[in-house]
């Protein structure tokens, strides 16, 4: 008699914490973009900076941390901080939130054509494709630094 006690007030216990928590873990866990979705803002974003057939597309997704200070050290180097502010951060999602980083070669133009160069460097929220940076380098960044480096057909 005591251990089916024991058993149903466990199981009443396992059921309730279950019933709490799977909403909330249910809005915690976001699905990442599929690579496809990420190809598809990828080529938006060539195209609305002139360039209609980007090529050799690479993607990587790393913490936002990580992504911005691979983003802007080759992406922006006028802009190269020691730090990313608290801020930047913020906004992208946290320190934490994972990013994808997509590099592209091609012709872009941006700012109304006072800048262009031959490649094109994205940042997009991993979860929602907001395009959170964009940059003409030089070069490519070091998109291993972040992960698995994946190319895009």
């Given at each position: 008699?005591?251990?089916?006690?024991?058993?149903?007030?466990?199981?009443?216990?396992?059921?309730?914490?279950?019933?709490?928590?799977?909403?909330?873990?249910?809005?915690?866990?976001?699905?990442?973009?599929?690579?496809?979705?990420v190809l598809r803002?990828?080529?938006?974003?060539?195209?609305?900076?002139g360039a209609r057939?980007?090529?050799?597309?690479?993607?990587?997704?790393?913490?936002?941390?990580?992504?911005?200070?691979?983003?802007?050290?080759?992406?922006?180097?006028?802009?190269?901080?020691?730090?990313?502010?608290?801020?930047?951060?913020?906004?992208?999602?946290g320190p934490n939130?994972?990013?994808?980083?997509?590099?592209?070669?091609?012709?872009?133009?941006?700012?109304?054509?006072?800048?262009?160069?031959?490649?094109?460097?994205?940042?997009?929220?991993?979860?929602?494709?907001?395009?959170?940076?964009?940059?003409?380098?030089?070069?490519?960044?070091?998109?291993?630094?972040?992960?698995?480096?994946?190319?895009?057909?």
């Amino acid at each position: 008699m005591r251990l089916a006690w024991r058993r149903t007030v466990l199981a009443g216990l396992v059921g309730a914490t279950l019933a709490i928590l799977a909403p909330t873990s249910a809005l915690a866990v976001r699905p990442l973009l599929s690579d496809h979705k990420v190809l598809r803002i990828a080529l938006h974003e060539a195209k609305s900076h002139g360039a209609r057939r980007p090529r050799d597309i690479l993607e990587a997704t790393g913490r936002a941390k990580l992504a911005n200070e691979v983003f802007e050290g080759e992406s922006n180097p006028e802009l190269r901080s020691p730090q990313t502010t608290s801020e930047e951060l913020k906004w992208m999602g946290g320190p934490n939130a994972l990013i994808d980083v997509v590099a592209m070669r091609g012709h872009f133009v941006a700012d109304g054509g006072h800048a262009e160069g031959p490649i094109l460097v994205l940042m997009i929220d991993a979860h929602s494709g907001r395009v959170d940076g964009l940059g003409l380098p030089e070069k490519y960044p070091d998109l291993a630094r972040l992960g698995h480096v994946t190319h895009l057909p």
